[in-house]
Nanobody, 118 residues
Framework: QVQLVESGGGLVQPGGSLRLSCAAS????????MGWYRQAPEKQRELVAV???????NYAGSVKGRFTISRDTTKNTVDLQMNSLRPEDTAVYYC????????????WGQGTQVTVSS
């Protein structure tokens, strides 16, 4: 089955920036929705951003204007550029995909930790 691997997480100060990357083991970006969820301790899983196979992005209201999701179909990667980071952005960030390329099954990455703190 398709595998997703995230990278780029770490510790950053408030107001700083971080870039997350998600690499797919197969070429499915032309067929699938790709996106990012995040999970903070004792909080609900939250959809952060999603991008369609036609390159149309959507964002949660809490990150709109600060985060940018993008695709590279030749490299089979999806990135999340995070600017103006706040402590409430602290969470484990998970890449996911769903669509025809995975026979409409949802596939998840293992997650990468983002911590925003002074």
């Amino acid at each position: 089955q398709v595998q997703l691997v995230e990278s780029g997480g770490g510790l950053v100060q408030p107001g700083g920036s971080l870039r997350l990357s998600c690499a797919a083991s197969e070429n499915i970006l032309s067929s699938n929705i790709m996106g990012w969820y995040r999970q903070a301790p004792e909080k609900q899983r939250e959809l952060v951003a999603v991008i369609s196979a036609s390159d149309t992005p959507n964002y949660a209201g809490s990150v709109k204007g600060r985060f940018t999701i993008s695709r590279d179909t030749t490299k089979n990667t999806v990135d999340l550029q995070m600017n103006s980071l706040r402590p409430e952005d602290t969470a484990v960030y998970y890449c996911y995909t769903v669509g025809a390329g995975t026979e409409w099954r949802t596939v998840w990455g293992q997650g990468t930790q983002v911590t925003v703190s002074s």
